[in-house]
């Protein structure tokens, strides 16, 4: 198994959490990083946030700063990101993915995806 496999999606009120999990095997692994994409219908797949494996380096987007935290559980080989105070704007299809090398907010410097999870923010 290399890509990536994410659970925790669902449906939530807005002001509500989520928490994403992403499992990887170390065959996953091509660097340090992973991160989480979205892409709602009709619109572009837009970086999330990313952090490493090894802890202490974590990026976000302006749109989730704040709210969304990126953490992983070596223990258990999964990058989890938790979701709070979600509105409408956060409902997509949330992706995880290994990086593999450029910049990191780019979806084309990512190799393996995962199936992605729906999340849906109700009003």
């Known amino acids: 198994q290399v890509q990536p496999v994410e659970s925790g999606g669902g449906l939530v009120q807005a002001g509500g959490s989520l928490r994403l999990s992403c499992a990887a095997s170390?065959?996953?692994?091509?660097?340090?990083?992973m991160g989480w994409f979205r892409q709602a219908p009709g619109k572009e797949r837009e970086f999330v946030a990313a952090c490493t494996w090894r802890g202490g380096n974590t990026n976000y987007a302006d749109s989730v700063k704040g709210r969304f935290t990126c953490s992983r559980d070596n223990a258990k080989n999964t990058v989890n990101l938790q979701m709070n105070s979600l509105n409408p704007e956060d409902s997509a299809v949330y992706y995880c993915?290994?990086?593999?090398?450029?910049?990191?907010?780019?979806?084309?410097?990512?190799?393996?995806w995962g199936q992605g999870t729906q999340v849906t923010v109700s009003s």
């Open positions: 170390r065959r996953t692994f091509i660097t340090d990083y």
């Open positions: 993915a290994t990086y593999e090398s450029g910049n990191i907010y780019y979806y084309t410097s990512y190799k393996y």
